[in-house]
Structures are given as structure tokens and as C-alpha cells.
């Protein structure tokens, strides 16, 4: 598949994970937040493969891969937070904004680490 593909793919994956989160801030719908946000979790990390392996870069894994992953892990765990009331949810969405985009920079950037 050309690599546009899976560059498309992984941002409907981040749409779909900030759909969940937007959800979140419902409250009579923080299932369907979680369904929204673990489809988009698993688009995400299939299509960022993809993109690894078609940029021929899988095999190395440099550090900001690694980073990536866990910030990752780190956004997949943030609606646990808000569901189980250990931190309100408009501080999970403000501090996902905020790890996505540092997701995206490194992304971006592909910095030498």
C-alpha cells in the first residue's frame, strides 16, 4: 500500500480516539467514549506499523519509536483515569491534547535521540 494510506489511517485512528474523549465528557455515554477510543487506539497503532515498516525503519526502532509507544500506552490509559474519578475529565482531555501533540512533534520531527 502507498504510504499515504497509512498516513490517512493513523489520523481517522486519532480522530477516532479524540472522538472518545470528547464522549468522555458526557456523562451517559463514557461506554460508547471507550468503544471510540479503543477502535481508534488499535487503528492508530496498526497503522503506525505499517508506517515503520514501510519507511524501512521497523527493524532499528530508533528511541522516539519507543517514546512514541509509551505515549502511547499513556493515552490509552487516560480515560481510566476520568471514568474512575481520580482526575476530572477536562484535565485527561487537556493533558491528551497535550501528549498527542508531543506524539505528533516526535512523529514529525523523527528526532536523532
Given at each position: ?32 467514549a ?6 481508534g ?10 508506517l515503520?515498516?514501510?519507511l ?30 481520580f482526575?476530572?475529565?477536562h ?12 506524539m ?7 528526532p536523532?535521540?
Amino acid at each position: 500500500m502507498p504510504i499515504a494510506i497509512y498516513h490517512v489511517a493513523h489520523i481517522i485512528g486519532l480522530i477516532f480516539v479524540f472522538i472518545g474523549f470528547g464522549a468522555l465528557l458526557s456523562p451517559d455515554s463514557a461506554r460508547g467514549a471507550m468503544k471510540w477510543h479503543g477502535t481508534g487506539l488499535l487503528i492508530s497503532l496498526i497503522s503506525g506499523f505499517g508506517l515503520l515498516a514501510k519507511l524501512q525503519i521497523f527493524a532499528s526502532m530508533p528511541a522516539w519509536v519507543w517514546i512514541k509507544f509509551a505515549l502511547w500506552l499513556i493515552l490509552g490509559f487516560l480515560p481510566v483515569l476520568a471514568r474512575r474519578r481520580f482526575v476530572s475529565a477536562h484535565l485527561v482531555v487537556i493533558f491528551a491534547v497535550i501528549v498527542a501533540g508531543t506524539m505528533g512533534c516526535l512523529g514529525y520531527l523523527k528526532p536523532a535521540l
